[in-house]
């Protein structure tokens, strides 16, 4: 099958898109904005600002595209949160929770039980992942795979009788989810300034921004190995004996898409061997195919500890995360006594199923490859073309389907704008209102499209984001 989105079996609507409003809506725009307002808190909003804007009710979604409830049709440009990575309206994926659910809707993994989903899965897994990972850990979110990862650190040291070894490395800007342990291993500092308790023993490095960051005429590889040589400066300062691991976005997503030079990731893997500390990616938006690769550390060639995972694994359809873990630290668990550790959910039939028929498609239908092949370097190819000299676009990074726009007061200087976050909210405004969905952080525009776009679709997002920028532009007075 191909992955053209005109040729794949979606789950057909009720009436034509066109009409989604009349199929779906229960209730008008207005009245869904009333109680909503009323009702729900969103994630990471100023409510009090949302509630008298009003929120975008989206009611319907097929391959790349969005509906809201006015009937406008979207593209969408974010893959939701860089998760719906076969695209909207995959019936293979509604049958299999349908069927799962028909047959087994909920088994727990806890007490010397195991089904027939979880149980595919970690094969299908351990096939598609790197060699050497053949053993999943589940639970629902990509945070509580880092929490999962953290407590998987630990265990490891106890087993290896090194009890010293408690602290974790991270990122200043790098982002790991949520909970009080994915906010912590996190390097958002408006995230940190609202947690007056947070997990112990974690402690950030600087990111290998270049754009944003490098001093003086180092080049993007001098300055990535720079970044990268922190991490030895860090464990020394602290002492190798009581340090556990490094984690890393091997390109950070929510950051900017910041992606490192190619000296930055070996040179982290070199410290990490060296001074005996686990290497862990976070591939919550990397895997899967982002870059064209199955892991985005792959893409970059470094060989991880431990790999966590979420968003890709199901394409967003229901909730899933997962840890894999590497032969020698699987080995060190499974050998070792209880890890006592475990959600209600992990591995849950039916997310468990539904992961099934998503990484069946990824593979079968080679949506990876065309990713790497096709779709990815077309998009890379029209970006850079379109925004070759643009006033304001200082840096476009990224491979595959995944890129970031860095905007910028004088892109040759690399001299970012005073106010940068007004500018990209700007931006995103105009993008919004030309029903291109695309995501700013700070003055970095960000785009991680549903991996089965096809060409003409990829047209009309660059396009549209053109018109925004230039909008953007504009506004500023730059031309
Ligand atoms: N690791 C990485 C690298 C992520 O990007 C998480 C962990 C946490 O996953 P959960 O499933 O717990 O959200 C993420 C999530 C954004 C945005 O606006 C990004 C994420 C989540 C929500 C919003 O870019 N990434």
Redesign the pocket.
């Known amino acids: 099958m191909s992955y053209r989105s005109e040729e794949v079996a979606y789950v057909q609507p009720a009436q034509p898109a066109a009409s989604a409003q009349a199929a779906q809506q229960q209730r008008s725009t207005a009245e869904y904005r009333a109680l909503d307002a009323a009702h729900h808190i969103h ?2 909003s100023d409510m009090g600002s949302l509630n008298r804007s009003g929120s975008r009710v989206i009611v319907k979604a097929q391959g790349v595209y969005l509906w809201d409830s006015e009937g406008n049709k979207v593209i969408d440009g974010m893959a939701g ?2 998760c719906v990575n076969v695209g909207y309206g995959r019936k293979e994926l509604a049958d299999a929770a349908y069927k799962q659910m028909q047959e087994l809707p909920y088994y727990n993994t806890f007490f010397k039980t195991t089904h027939p989903p979880v149980i595919e899965l970690s094969a299908l897994l351990a096939e598609l992942a790197p060699e050497a990972f053949n053993h999943f850990f589940y639970c629902n ?6 929490d999962t990862v953290l407590r998987i650190v630990h265990q490891y040291w106890a087993t290896q009788g090194k009890h010293s070894k408690k602290f974790v490395i991270s990122r200043k800007n ?6 009080i342990a ?1 906010g912590t291993l996190g390097g958002m500092g408006y995230m940190h300034e609202q947690m007056p308790s947070k997990v112990e023993n974690i402690v950030h490095i600087d990111q290998p921004y270049f754009f944003g960051e490098a001093q003086g005429n180092l080049t993007p590889e001098e300055f990535a190995l720079a970044r990268a040589q922190q991490l030895e400066a860090k464990i020394l300062e602290i002492g190798a004996d009581n340090v556990a691991a490094f984690i890393g ?1 091997p390109f950070q ?2 950051g900017g898409v910041i992606f490192p030079a190619s000296t930055y990731w070996p040179e982290i893997q070199r410290i990490c061997r060296k001074y005996d500390i686990l290497l862990v990616a ?5 895997g899967f195919g982002r870059t064209g690769e199955w892991f985005a550390h792959q893409h970059f060639g470094f060989e991880p500890d431990l790999i ?1 995972l ?2 890709g694994l199901t394409s967003g359809y229901v ?1 899933m ?1 997962a840890v894999g873990l590497h032969d020698r630290v699987a080995k060190a668990i499974i050998e070792n006594g209880d890890f006592n550790h475990g959600l209600t959910y992990s591995g849950h039939p039916v997310a468990a199923a539904v992961a099934v028929a998503n990484l069946k498609l990824l593979r079968d239908e080679k949506i990876v490859d065309r990713v790497k092949h096709d779709t990815g370097p077309y998009f890379q190819k029209q970006l850079r073309e379109t925004f070759a000299n643009h006033p304001i676009i200082g840096e476009i990074s990224g491979t595959g389907l995944v890129a970031g726009l860095q905007l910028a007061q004088d892109p040759k200087a690399r001299k970012r704008f005073a106010n940068g976050g007004d500018i990209g909210t700007i931006c995103r405004d105009f993008c919004f209102n030309g029903n291109l969905i695309m ?1 700013a ?1 700070g003055d970095r525009m ?1 785009l991680s499209p549903p991996l089965v776009i096809n060409k003409l679709e990829i047209d009309e997002i660059v396009s549209k984001a053109k018109k925004a920028v230039d909008a953007t532009a504009q506004q500023l007075g730059i031309s």
């Open positions: 994630p990471f949160l860089w979110s990509g945070s509580e795979g880092n790098g982002y790991h989810g949520s909970t994915g976005e997503g929510a976070d591939e919550v938006i990397g966590t979420a968003k909730p995360g995501r952080t960000l």
